[in-house]
Each structure stands twice: as structure tokens, then as C-alpha cells.
């Protein structure tokens, strides 16, 4: 059984900076992709980075290149940790932050992983930025 648990959240201004984590239980060894959703209030929900759980690829969506990095924790059989660190805040920024997980295999990740379609997902951590 996957569960996936978001922690982090929290409100900020504008040009300050979030660290969001997700640890992950259940999720396939070196064998996943997870990823870092966002949605905000009236707009769909959009992917905003991923990583590949077997190697270092990652993918980031246009808006956040340069300001946000996706990165893996130690990890082991049991567990995996993925972070978000989100530097120069924007208020468009402002949203529930959700972490997703799916089976990837080596073929899967070499695309853009923020385009694959997940399958396990977090509860939501909401990030608020005031300008």
C-alpha cells in the first residue's frame, strides 16, 4: 500500500523561500517517478517537478525553472523522502502543493516526467505567499 505524506507548508512573502517534504512508503525501490503537484483556487491541478527514483533526471514545468528544485532524500527499501525547495516566491505561487508517485521504468523517465499521469497521491500542503 502506497502512502505518500506532505509537510511544509506554510505562508510567506513574496521573494522568501519553502522547503515542502514528502515521504513516501510503499513506493517501488529505484523504481518510481514522483513528482510535485500544485493546484490553486478555480485552476486546474499542474505538475510542477519530478524526479526519477532509479538515477538524478529530474523535470520542471516553465514556471518554476530557476526558482524550485526537486530532490531525493536517503533512502531504503521501505522509504522514500522528496523535497521541494522553492526559492523566490511568487504570489502566483500560492496553492495546495500535492506529492504524487507512480511505477516508472528507465524508459518512462527519459521523457518529461511531469507529463506522465500518477497514480498515488498526498493529502495536500498549502503554501500561501503575500505580496
Known amino acids: 500500500q502506497v502512502r505518500l505524506v506532505e509537510s511544509g507548508g506554510d505562508s510567506v512573502q513574496a521573494g522568501g523561500s519553502l522547503s515542502l517534504s514528502c515521504e513516501g512508503s510503499?513506493?517501488?525501490?529505484?523504481?518510481?517517478?514522483m513528482a510535485w503537484f500544485r493546484q490553486a483556487p478555480g485552476k486546474e491541478r499542474e505538475a510542477v517537478a519530478a524526479?526519477?527514483?532509479?538515477?538524478?533526471?529530474?523535470?520542471?514545468?516553465d514556471s518554476v525553472k530557476g526558482r524550485f528544485t526537486i530532490s531525493q532524500g536517503d533512502e531504503d527499501k521501505t522509504k522514500i523522502a522528496v523535497y521541494l525547495q522553492m526559492n523566490s516566491l511568487r504570489p502566483e505561487d500560492t496553492a495546495v502543493y500535492y506529492c504524487?508517485?507512480?511505477?516508472?521504468?528507465?524508459?518512462?523517465?527519459?521523457?518529461?516526467?511531469?507529463?506522465?499521469?500518477?497514480?498515488?497521491w498526498g493529502q495536500g500542503t498549502q503554501v500561501t505567499v503575500s505580496s
Open positions: 524526479v526519477y527514483t532509479g538515477g538524478s533526471k529530474t523535470d520542471y514545468a
Open positions: 504524487a508517485a507512480r511505477g516508472c521504468s528507465p524508459i518512462q523517465a527519459l521523457g518529461d516526467m511531469t507529463r506522465l499521469t500518477y497514480n498515488y
Open positions: 510503499g513506493v517501488t525501490y529505484r523504481g518510481s517517478c
